[in-house]
């Protein structure tokens, strides 16, 4: 169980271009889920907290206007990069939270993002 | 803001030996988490460890909270091939939770 997918796991777009991506709780409700950014061979930086039904919360110096998430539904969150231009490139995770299953965080497998 | 680093950054190692990484964060923490990512994949949750100076154990692998809940670490006894990969610890003080900077592991058979 709790399982969570993310889709596209690659994308390689031009410059200028918005690429959405999904991420989805497969078996289980998550109010809460969350959006990563991995550059190669760092750490993963927390970019928002996505909340059902309501506006997402971002980390400082996150471009809300930027990067733009909605949370429709209690199985899926989708992250869209508007007018990607290449230091967007980067890996983009997402994890989930069972509602009533504690603090753990389930991760997606994450999407690869190349903008040419 | 909260800083979770973590030390060394890299570790190479021969099968067998042993292996440790040590995470620090530069606020108390509630709990702490570790995390196990393979090259190309994703972070993978290992262990959660709540209470001052718990230590819990799977397998080959120790984990350790500090009793002032700010540091944490990981050890491997006898490593294999199979362990590689990057170990992250992950702090939470608020809502959040905060990553470390991780150690990445090779193991040389």
């Known amino acids: 169980g709790a399982v969570v997918s993310q889709h596209p796991s690659w994308v390689i777009c031009k410059s200028g271009t918005s690429v959405k991506i999904e991420c989805r709780s497969l078996?289980?409700?998550?109010?809460?889920m969350f959006w990563y950014r991995q550059f190669p061979k760092q750490s993963l930086m927390l970019m928002a907290t996505?909340?059902?039904?309501?506006?997402?919360?971002?980390e400082q110096g996150v471009e809300k206007d930027k990067f733009l998430i909605n949370h429709a539904s209690l199985t899926l969150s989708t992250l869209t990069v508007t007018s990607a231009h290449p230091e967007d490139s980067s890996f983009y995770i997402c994890?989930?939270?069972?509602?009533?299953?504690?603090?753990?965080?389930?991760f997606g497998p994450g999407t690869r993002l190349l903008v040419l | 803001g909260q800083q979770v680093m973590q030390i060394p950054q890299y570790q190479h190692v021969q099968e067998g030996e042993d292996f440790t990484t040590y995470c620090n964060s530069s606020?108390?923490?509630?709990?702490i988490q570790w995390y196990k990512q393979r090259p190309g994949g994703h972070p993978v949750f290992l262990i959660q460890?709540?209470?001052?100076?718990e230590v819990k154990k799977q397998k080959r692998l120790t984990f350790q909270f500090g009793e002032a809940k700010k540091n944490s670490s990981l050890h491997i006894t006898a490593t294999q091939t199979t362990d590689v990969g990057t170990y992250f610890c992950?702090?939470?003080?608020?809502?959040?939770?905060?990553f470390g900077t991780g150690t990445r592991l090779q193991v040389f058979p």
């Open positions: 078996d289980f409700q998550a109010t809460t």
């Open positions: 460890l709540v209470k001052s100076g």
């Open positions: 994890s989930a939270r069972l509602d009533f299953g504690g603090e753990t965080q389930y």
């Open positions: 606020t108390t923490l509630s709990n």
């Open positions: 992950a702090g939470r003080a608020t809502d959040k939770l905060i």
């Open positions: 996505s909340n059902e039904g309501s506006k997402a919360t971002y």
